[in-house]
């Protein structure tokens, strides 16, 4: 099989040829066709998340080891299934659900893969799909998307995921609500796709790109702003009925701080990005607000079946994505790093057949 693999912390990737892979016990094998290219391999490429404060979320410290083959978005044919990988739809594509735990603890059990302690998701812990083979440890991870375009479908399981997963930590909301988007990138402009399948009508964007309003218009947002302009605040306060959620996917300190203090009484503000630091925060204020702070990561695996189905609907309009070779997929974090990309990228593979 054919790899663009990490070999050297903060350094492009490697292509390198590897042994064919062969699944055991419950595994399957996918062929890799495409797999989306996403914003946390610029923070994994580069060996760390930004913890505020000078401190450092190390990959190596945490057991990740070099040569490492990312990517977590994966979609393809079933090539073949180990003894116990019962029901594995051989010949068929699938999208695939990367977001895999232990599998045995109480956590996993509950079906709540993504929250687990020893966590084991692809392109992380196990070896990704930015490569024309991955394996997945067992067949309930994989997802029938048929009538979904091919190259649309990888992204619904990690930025469709975890937009659908933090949206659920908003409702109950009434459609006029507004709610605030952080940051019009991939994630954003998928939030607000989802927002609009499910009913909602009032959705600002925060993004100090104004390349990108015009997506997020055409994506269903009412209102843009940029977040750096002293007025942003005072606009956003002033919104009917004021700001009952906040969705942040950027996770930097001056989009925190200004999502915080737009809420009203009661709002909710929820942080997916990890663009990473810290905040000063007003105990007393918090509890006089009844404002709450929730963290999202990914989502789960009954999350993504909700967000496919909601695809298959006809209701989740596309976000702009552009396709590329897997040769460029290092050039593409990037370009993500400069945040010089509109929308989602999503490497297609050779067929794994012909390696």
Not at 110 to 116: A, E, K, R, V, Y
Not at 143 to 168: K, M, N
Not at 172 to 201: C, Q, R, T, Y
Not at 246 to 255: E, K, M, R
Request: include cysteine; charged fraction near 15%.
């Amino acid at each position: 099989m054919i790899t663009q693999e990490l070999t050297d912390w903060g350094r492009p990737l490697q292509q390198a040829i590897r042994d064919d892979l062969v699944p055991s016990g419950t595994e399957v094998l996918i062929g890799v066709k495409y797999c989306g290219i996403c914003h946390s391999d610029v923070h994994i490429r580069e060996g760390f998340f930004d913890l505020g404060g000078g401190r450092k979320f190390n990959m190596a410290e945490r057991g990740m080891k070099l040569p490492a083959v990312l990517g977590h978005e994966p979609y393809g044919v079933v090539l073949s299934a180990g003894p116990q990988a019962q029901g594995a739809p051989l010949g068929e594509d699938r999208l695939v659900y990367p977001w895999t735990g232990c599998g045995h603890c109480s956590v996993c059990l509950s079906g709540q893969d993504n929250w687990c302690q020893q966590p084991q998701y692809i392109g992380i812990q196990r070896s990704g799909s930015y490569a024309t083979q991955v394996l997945v440890p067992h067949p309930k991870y994989l997802i029938d998307t048929s009538g979904i375009e091919p190259s649309f479908a990888p992204i619904l399981a990690c930025s469709g995921l975890t937009s659908y997963s933090a949206i659920q930590k908003l409702l109950p909301s009434a459609p006029n609500d507004w709610i605030v988007v952080m940051g019009a990138g991939g994630l954003g402009l998928m939030a607000v796709a989802i927002l609009k399948a499910l009913g909602h009508e009032n959705i600002a964007v925060c993004d100090i790109d104004e390349l990108k309003w015009s997506s997020a218009k055409e994506m269903g947002a009412q209102l843009t702003f940029n977040p750096n302009a002293p007025s942003c605040l005072q606009s956003l306060k002033a919104l009917p009925s004021g700001i009952a959620g906040v969705l942040d996917f950027v996770g930097a300190p001056n989009t925190a701080q200004l999502g915080i203090a737009a809420l009203r009484k009661g709002g909710r503000y929820v942080i997916v990005g990890l663009f990473g630091g810290e905040i000063p925060i007003s105990l007393v204020t918090l509890a006089q607000r009844a404002v709450s702070i929730i963290g999202s990561y990914v989502g789960s695996l009954q999350e993504l079946h909700e967000v496919v189905a909601l695809a298959k609907s006809g209701k989740l309009k596309s976000i702009p994505t552009q396709t590329c070779s897997m040769t460029e997929i290092s050039s593409v974090l990037d370009r993500l790093l400069a945040g010089s990309v509109q929308g989602r990228m999503v490497a297609q593979f050779p067929a794994s057949e012909d390696h």
